[in-house]
C-alpha cells in the first residue's frame, strides 16, 4: 500500500526525528515516516490553539478510536492510520502503546505547569519514550534490553526539547521546567513567562541539562551490543540531540527568547555522515553522553 500522504507530512516537516530516517533502508523508512506521520497528526490536534480545548478532546477521542480500528483489524477512516495500519501488522504495533502516547497529547490540554520530575517524567515517557518503543519494533531487536534503552533515550531527547523551547512554550503559556526546580532556584513563573533572563535561571537550566545527561547515559550504556546495528537511526537522534544540548550549554541557555538555538544545516549533515562512518566500520565509541 502507498504512503503518500504520510510522506508528505514527514517531508514538509523539519523534525529531526524525520532527519534520522535517512539511515534506514527503504522498507524500514516507509514504515518509520508512516509512525511519524501519526505522531505528527495527533501533537497537532493537541496543540490546534485556534480550537477549544474540548474540541481537541473529542478529536483525539476520534484519533484513538480510529487506531483501534487499525490494530484490531478493522477499516480505519483516517488516511494515516490506513497507510500504517500494514506497519501495525506487519511489526505487531501494540494498541496500548498508541493509547499512551495520545494520554501524553492529552495531557498537554489539561497541564501547563509540572510540579516535579516525577510528574514531567511521565509526560516524555508517554509523548517521547513511547515512540521510541514503537520504533525499535520497526528497526528489529533482540534484547530485552533494548526496551529500556528506548526509555531512556526517549526522555532524553524529550528533555532536551523542553530545554529548547522554553522561551516558544513560555509564549503559550507553558512551562515545562518543574515548579519545585523553579523554586529552589528561586526562580518564578512570571519570570518564565516574561522571558527574564538571570544567573538563577542558568543554575536551573544546567541542573534540568544534568538530567537530560543522565538520560543520555543511561541510553548509551544500556543499548545491547547485539542490537546497536539495528538502532543506527535512534543513534543519529541520539548524536543530533546531544550536540544541540551541547550548544544550549555553551550558550548559557539562553532559551526564553521564542525563537529557539537550532543546529546548522552542515553541522547536522555532518553528524549523518559521522554516524554513517560508525555504522559502516561498526564502531563502538559513544555517539554520545560523553562530553
Known sequence: MSIEHSQSIT???????????????????????????????????????????????????????DIRRACEGDNPEFTTNREIQPIIQRHQLSFELFDELIRGCEMDLDTTRYESYEALELYCYRVASVVGLLSIEIFGYREPATRAYAIALGKALQFTNILRD?????????????????????????????????????????????????????????????????????????????????????????????????????????????????????SRAPAYGVA
Open 11 to 65: 517531508e514538509r516537516s523539519a523534525s529531526n526525528l524525520a532527519l534520522a530516517f535517512i539511515m534506514l533502508p527503504r522498507a524500514k523508512r516507509e514504515a518509520m515516516s508512516a509512525l511519524y506521520a501519526f505522531c505528527r497528526e495527533v501533537d497537532d490536534v493537541a496543540d490546534e490553539e485556534t480550537r477549544s480545548i474540548e474540541q481537541r478532546r473529542i478529536s483525539l477521542a476520534a484519533w484513538r478510536g
Open 166 to 282: 522554553v522561551g516558544n512554550d513560555a509564549a503559550r503559556g507553558r512551562i515545562y521546567l518543574p515548579q519545585a526546580e523553579l523554586a529552589r532556584f528561586s526562580v518564578s513563573p512570571e519570570d518564565i513567562l516574561q522571558g527574564r533572563y538571570s544567573e538563577s535561571f542558568a543554575a536551573m537550566a544546567k541542573a534540568f541539562a544534568q538530567r537530560a545527561k543522565d538520560f543520555y547515559e543511561s541510553a548509551r550504556n544500556t543499548l545491547p551490543a547485539a542490537d546497536r546495528s539495528n538502532m543506527v537511526a535512534a543513534e543519529l537522534m541520539g548524536s543530533v540531540y546531544w550536540e544541540l544540548l551541547l550548544k544550549l550549554e555553551r550558550e548559557e541557555f539562553r532559551v526564553l527568547r521564542r525563537e529557539p538555538i537550532r543546529l546548522s544545516k552542515p553541522h547536522k549533515l555532518a553528524l549523518i555522515a559521522r554516524s554513517w562512518l560508525r555504522f559502516v566500520m561498526r
